[in-house]
C-alpha cells in the first residue's frame, strides 16, 4: 500500500496536477480501517516508502511521519463515503480558479459528461467558528453534507470544489480517483475557455448527458470490453 500512494502521488506531479507540496492523495484499506496517505510538506520527489503516513480513522499516526494537514478531510471523505478508496486533492490551476470563484464547473458537453453525471459543485462556505475550530475535518464534514443535502451521489460526481481552496476527487480505486482528478482539471480548463467567448455556456442537453454518462457507468453500460 505504501508504494501505491508513493506512486499515486508521483502521478498527480507528472500530469502537472501538483506544484511544490500543494497536493496528496489517499489510500484506505478498509478491511482493517487504515489510511495511507502523503506526508505534510515532503516534495513527492523526496517521499520514500517508510515515509509514507498510516493512520487510523481517528487521525491516530500509526505509523511513517506525520500526515499531511488535510489528512482529516479524507477521513471525513472515507466515513461518508462507503465505496470510495481512494482520495485526492490538488491545487490544479483551472479547478482552483472555479473554486475560487464560488462557481460549480458546469457540464457543457460531452467530454464532462463521460465522467461526471452534471456539474462539479463548489460546496457551501464554512463560517468562521467551522474555520478556526477543526478547519480540514470541517471542511470534509463539508463536502459530505453537502452531497447528502442535495441527493448527490459522490459516485456520480465523484469531485467537490471547496471555496476559495481547490478541488477533492475520489473513486473506487486509485486509477480511476487519478482519473476523475484529472478530467476534473481538463473539464474545467474547457469551460474557462468557453467562458471567454462572447455567449451564454449552456450546460449540456439532458438527454444527450444521460446517454454519455450512463453508457459508460449505468446499470445497462455498454462502453468498453
Known amino acids: 500500500m505504501n508504494r501505491q500512494v508513493v506512486n499515486l502521488n508521483l502521478k498527480l506531479y507528472d500530469h502537472d496536477l501538483v506544484v511544490l507540496t500543494w ?8 478491511k482493517i480501517n487504515k489510511v495511507y496517505i502523503k506526508p505534510s510538506g515532503v516534495n513527492v520527489y523526496d517521499l520514500k516508502t517508510e515515509n509514507v503516513s498510516v493512520v487510523d480513522l481517528d487521525g491516530n499516526l500509526l505509523s511513517g511521519k506525520k500526515p499531511s494537514v488535510d489528512v482529516q478531510t479524507h477521513l471525513e471523505l472515507y466515513k461518508g463515503f462507503d465505496n470510495i478508496t481512494t482520495v485526492i486533492h490538488t491545487h490544479s490551476l483551472y479547478c482552483t480558479v472555479f ?3 464560488q462557481e460549480d464547473i458546469p457540464c457543457l458537453g460531452t467530454t464532462h459528461a463521460d465522467y461526471f453525471y ?3 459543485p463548489v460546496v457551501d462556505n464554512l ?6 475550530n477543526d478547519y ?3 471542511t470534509g464534514i463539508g463536502i459530505v453534507k453537502y452531497f447528502n443535502e442535495n441527493n448527490i451521489n459522490p459516485m456520480d460526481i465523484p469531485a467537490a470544489l471547496v471555496p476559495r481552496h481547490g478541488v477533492f476527487a475520489w473513486g473506487a ?6 482519473e476523475n482528478a484529472f478530467v476534473a482539471e481538463h473539464v474545467a480548463k474547457m469551460a474557462y475557455m468557453q467562458r471567454q467567448y462572447d455567449c451564454i455556456a449552456e450546460p449540456i442537453d439532458q438527454t444527450l448527458l444521460d446517454k454519455h454518462f450512463l453508457r459508460k457507468h449505468g446499470s445497462t453500460k455498454y462502453y468498453g470490453q
Not at 463560517?127 to 478556526?132: E, K, M, P, T
Not at 480505486?173 to 487519478?178: D, S
Open 23 to 30: 497536493g496528496n492523495a489517499s489510500i484506505i484499506d478498509r
Open 99 to 101: 473554486a475560487q470563484l
Open 118 to 120: 452534471g456539474s462539479i
Open 127 to 132: 463560517d468562521s467558528d467551522l474555520i478556526i
Open 136 to 138: 480540514e475535518k470541517n
Open 173 to 178: 480505486n486509485p486509477t480511476t480517483a487519478f
